[in-house]
């Protein structure tokens, strides 16, 4: 099977926003163009930005993000520039609009996976928050990638208000073709910050009774006909050890104003660790995300207690009931003998 990103320790992921327009609005849009920038990257700039990871390319994946890559006129021409730097897997996050004709302008070998995103087994669960149209649009663009010999995975990011289609996704995936699927939890960054009661009371998160029994069902689900599929654990038991992908495993995420940072529940705060400046990687002073990382708390990560303590529950003698696991270190499984 082809490679893409991996969320694992050890693993090694360059995450490149080459631009944060988007021809959608979708609820629980991540993107904070206040912190994260308004522009779309030059080519010379995006050539020059992978070329500050180009000590780690061999073993690296990059995933090209934007807002909406696609919309990006010389987004083919950045993936190819990844190809030849040698970059261990290039994979495109698209809304399945597929801009630019995109997969013309690409061939199967030269990127590994286009990766959709869907937010409903059905229309009207999916339009509601990715808007109108969407879900209609997205599966057109995952026919097509498909029939071209594109490997194509999808990106299921799972609220409160799309939960109960998830157990519907492995079927549609497979009459779609889709080889690889990506279960996200709701984070309370960007729009999902703005949701009534977004704190993790009324918002868009699930609670962990529902998280439990369902997530991990489904993974299985999906994993006995064929799909390799990844979701967090989310919630730990309290004798789980925690660990920190910050400490664990190397992942970037860059932004068109320059910041990178380590860690993306971070992301809407000037809290990188690292700049891009003169098409250099450098580190940023004290205080910053990486000076967390080493911090051990009860309730595992720290940046979620700080950012989104709504999803925390405390028995009556004030012990945790459960962990919040880091979010960038999943659990995978796959098809018997699919070690991929």
């Known amino acids: 099977m082809n490679r893409t990103v991996s969320f694992s320790k050890h693993a090694v992921n360059v995450f490149f926003h080459i631009l944060t327009r988007c021809n959608l609005s979708c609820r629980h849009c991540y993107i904070n163009p206040d912190q994260h920038g308004r522009d779309n990257l030059p080519l010379s700039v995006i050539q020059q930005w992978l070329g500050a990871f180009s000590h780690k390319c061999s073993v690296a994946n990059v995933i090209f993000l934007g807002g909406e890559p696609t919309l990006h006129p010389e ?26 004709d995109i997969l013309t302008r690409l061939t199967p070998d030269e990127v590994n996976y286009f990766s959709f995103s869907l937010d409903g087994a059905t229309p009207r669960t999916n339009d509601q928050l990715r808007g109108e149209g969407s879900y209609e649009r997205c599966l057109a663009g995952i026919r097509r990638a498909v029939e071209m010999g594109f490997g194509v995975s999808l990106i299921y990011t799972v609220s409160s208000m799309n939960l109960h289609e998830l157990d519907q996704m492995p079927a549609l995936l497979q009459k779609l073709g889709v080889r690889r699927f990506f279960i996200q939890v709701i984070g309370l960054r960007g729009k999902s910050v703005e949701e009534p009661g977004g704190r993790g009371h009324d918002g868009l998160q699930v609670d962990a009774s529902s998280w439990l029994k369902i997530i991990p069902e489904v993974a299985q689900a999906a994993s006995r006909i064929g799909i390799r ?6 919630f730990l038991a309290p004798d789980e050890p925690f660990e920190c992908a910050g400490l664990e495993a190397e992942n970037y995420f860059i932004f068109p104003n320059g910041r990178v940072y380590r860690c993306p529940l971070c992301e809407d705060y ?54 919040i696991a880091c979010c960038m270190l999943k659990e995978e499984v796959g098809p018997l003998g699919d070690g991929g």
């Open 270 to 323: 000037p809290l990188h660790s690292l700049v891009l400046e003169d098409g250099r990687l450098k580190a940023t002073g004290k205080v910053n995300e990486s000076d967390l990382f080493h911090l051990n708390i009860p309730e595992g990560c720290v940046m979620n207690r700080l950012l989104q303590p709504g999803n925390l529950s405390y028995d009556p003698d004030g012990g945790i009931q459960h962990r």
């Open 75 to 100: 987004l083919a021409d950045a993936v190819k520039a990844a190809l030849r730097m040698g970059y261990a897997s290039i994979t495109i996050d698209t809304n399945g609009y597929l801009f630019h």
């Open 229 to 234: 599929t990844v979701y967090p654990k989310v």
